[in-house]
């Protein structure tokens, strides 16, 4: 990891970052790191977009070309990022709320469209930044700073709402899982279309603190025990799987990308001329 | 691609002026979503890029549309969105992105009358304002109005061309009786416009600081992929582009950024002057109405009224030092609009004594018209 740290974090950058000691957005991070180190990609061919956050402030601490938006934004700044400059590799990380609440129509219309660029989402299940309100992936019953006597909201599957929003490859990890989590990134940004990587992470200090898991690794042994690997998911009742989640890869199929497309857009254009 | 006669006389609109405009500054990516009355550009747009290598992308809703301006303008690539009014209210977070990270694009809003949903198909001004303080934060940009077809076509030159000079959002104020005009205009030949680049680093990326300004307070801006890693951000930075709250370099920062739009006044402000020589009363137009008042003006002028006009092409920031002269030269003036009276305002606070200042606004849906307007010049 040192020579990961050594050359992918930013030299210049007043350390240290914003999180709190032992929350999942640096598991995320190195990860990230580590897939696109196995990718032998250029730190000059990245862009690493975020929207707004605790995971929004990643892409500052990297040395890639970054790019810290508007809340809920990073995908449609991704968008004009990757049509301008397609042979660039574009990343953007968000959170739950900010991908799925106030960014939840570009979430699904960038899964639709198949741009060719990865989203890396990480689900804490709240709204830590603010100050833990519950966001669209809190679970039902679960307590938050706008859910004092409990949430009465269902929550949203991410990456099942990418899967049937039509992204060609969509993935969940956790953050315990953080092996797995490697080779699901290395996959995502390896894939030609619009890539989706959920990555359940622990917010002990807003959600955990709030719902009996004030400490990391209390939290860390909840996502070990109710994440069910997509293989063992097949031999399993669904009423045994109520209260759990899958991890692995939910989708990985083939269809034109965007560029491609687009590409072929151009050639017509100029024909017709 | 076929090669173009040099003299280019088309019978088109001015929201298709507006595209011919943009294509031939440079701009070579457009992302929005349609509104009446400014679908026509997006949709001309969808034709025209992909014939110039460009790209044209119809995004989910307006918000995206100018997140993706946004995008592609970091990537290098001189960019443009256009609505009309309740989409240029949704674009207004991500137009503030472009302010504070320094973004060159420009925005065209084909106004309508309003609020919301309003009167989609009736030519209106209510959007002055708005185009001037509609983000949130205290920041300057820059923003031009048209009146005609080949206005169209000029100023949104201009536009892209002080865009990428100053890296500001230039917003460009059009309206429906522009838009869907059709005039006869000779464009001119590719080769002799002249276009603008944003200032690209010469120096070492170890050396490039993306937000120190030069003499002029604008910043090198090294596009996404060309070597020179950097971070932007929509935080309130320091010079290496990361987040700061040090009062100093706050200060410096939002001081930097006024600094370098008043610093270009000269540059900025386009005023149009006609018949002002020995006039004693005077109109202050803009956009449409800036026509219907060239018209006004001539049958007054008729008639032995010693009538002038200056006509705003730079809205904001407000052409002070113009419309002050004016008002000093002449007793009285009016200023017709198609909203209660957005720029006469901006008259009312620049003026220096007591010329008398006229309002005449029609907000009926219909154009002011050059009878209307004489009548009222009559009575100065
Ligand atoms: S508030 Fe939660 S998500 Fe944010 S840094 Fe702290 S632990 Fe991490």
């Known amino acids: 990891m040192s020579t990961i740290r050594q050359e992918y974090l930013r030299h210049d950058k007043k350390f240290p970052h914003v999180w709190c000691p032992g929350c999942g957005n640096g598991i995320v991070l190195g990860a990230m790191l580590r897939a696109i180190h196995r990718l032998e990609l250029a730190k000059d061919e990245i862009v690493l977009v975020s929207g707004i956050g605790c995971s929004g402030r990643m892409p500052v601490y990297v040395d890639f070309n970054t790019l810290h938006t508007t809340h809920g934004r990073a995908l449609t700044f991704a968008t004009g990022i990757k049509l301008a400059r397609p042979a660039l590799t574009v990343l953007a990380v968000m959170g739950d709320g900010d991908a799925t609440a106030i960014g939840g129509n570009h979430f699904i219309h960038a899964a639709r469209r198949n741009l060719n660029f990865t989203a890396i989402i990480i689900n804490n299940q709240i709204y830590g930044m603010t100050g833990g309100q519950y966001s669209p992936t809190t679970p039902y019953g679960a307590r938050a700073a706008t859910a004092k006597h409990g949430h009465i909201e269902h929550a949203f599957s991410i990456a099942e709402l990418a899967v049937t929003a039509g992204a060609s490859f969509v993935a969940r990890g956790t953050v315990y899982h953080a092996a797995q989590l490697d080779t699901l990134i290395e996959k995502a940004i390896s894939r030609t279309g619009f890539s989706v990587v959920e990555i359940m992470s622990n917010c002990h200090v807003q959600f955990g603190r709030r719902n009996k898991m004030a400490d990391p690794v209390t939290m860390l042994k909840w996502f070990r025990d109710r994440a069910v690997r997509t293989q063992d998911a097949v031999d399993l009742h669904p009423d045994s799987l109520s209260d759990k989640f899958t991890i692995g890869v939910l989708a990985d199929v083939e269809k034109p990308s965007y560029i491609a497309e687009y590409e072929k857009i151009r050639i017509r254009a100029k024909k017709k001329k | ?380």
């Not at chain 2, 960019?79 to 925005?107: H, R």
């Not at chain 2, 820059?142 to 061309?161: E, G, K, P, Y």
């Not at chain 2, 205009?185 to 170890?206: F, Y």
């Open chain 2, 1 to 380: 691609m076929k090669n173009r006669p040099e003299i280019r006389r088309r019978l088109i609109q001015g929201n298709e002026a507006i595209v011919e405009g943009a294509l031939a500054a440079g701009c070579r990516f457009f992302a929005g979503y349609p509104i009446t009355p400014a679908s026509e550009i997006g949709e001309l747009m969808a034709t025209r890029l992909p014939e110039v290598d460009g790209t044209f992308i119809q995004m989910e809703d307006e918000i995206a549309g100018m997140g993706a301006v946004v995008g592609a303008s970091l990537a290098g690539v001189k960019s443009l969105t256009a609505t009309s009014g309740p989409g240029f209210s949704l674009i207004q977070e991500n137009l503030g992105f472009a302010c504070i990270a320094e973004v060159p694009c420009v925005v065209v809003n084909v106004m309508r009358g309003g609020p919301s949903t309003g009167l989609p198909t009736c030519p209106a001004q209510g959007d002055v304002l708005q185009a001037r303080w509609g983000t949130h934060g205290d920041h300057p940009i820059i923003v031009l109005a048209v009146s005609s077809v080949i206005d169209s076509f000029n100023i949104t030159v201009i536009a892209f061309n002080l865009s990428e000079k100053y890296r500001v959002p230039v917003i460009i104020l059009s309206d429906e009786t522009v838009a869907h005009t059709r005039e006869s205009v000779v464009l001119p030949p590719a080769g002799s416009i002249a276009v603008v680049d944003r200032i690209i680093p010469t120096v070492p990326p170890e050396w490039y600081h993306p937000y120190e300004g030069n003499s002029r307070g604008v910043p090198a801006m090294a596009p996404f992929g060309s070597g020179y890693r950097h971070h932007v951000t929509g935080l309130v930075h320091d010079r290496h582009g990361y987040p700061t709250q040090q009062p100093e370099e706050v200060d410096a920062f939002t001081r930097r950024l006024h600094r370098k739009i008043s610093n270009g006044f000269h540059d900025i402000h386009i005023v149009r002057r006609l018949h002002l020589e020995d006039a004693e009363v005077a109109v202050i137009a803009y956009g449409s109405v800036g026509r219907t008042a060239q018209r006004a003006v001539a049958m007054a002028r008729n008639k032995g009224i010693k009538a002038g006009l200056i006509q705003l092409i730079t809205l904001f920031p407000f052409p002070k030092e113009a419309v002050v002269n004016v008002l000093r030269q002449c007793r009285a003036v009016l200023v017709p609009e198609m909203n209660m009276g957005q720029i006469s305002r901006e008259v009312r606070r620049v003026s220096p004594g007591d010329t008398k200042i006229h309002k005449l606004n029609r907000v009926d849906g219909l154009p002011i018209d050059p009878d209307q307007l004489f009548k009222e010049l009559q009575l100065l």
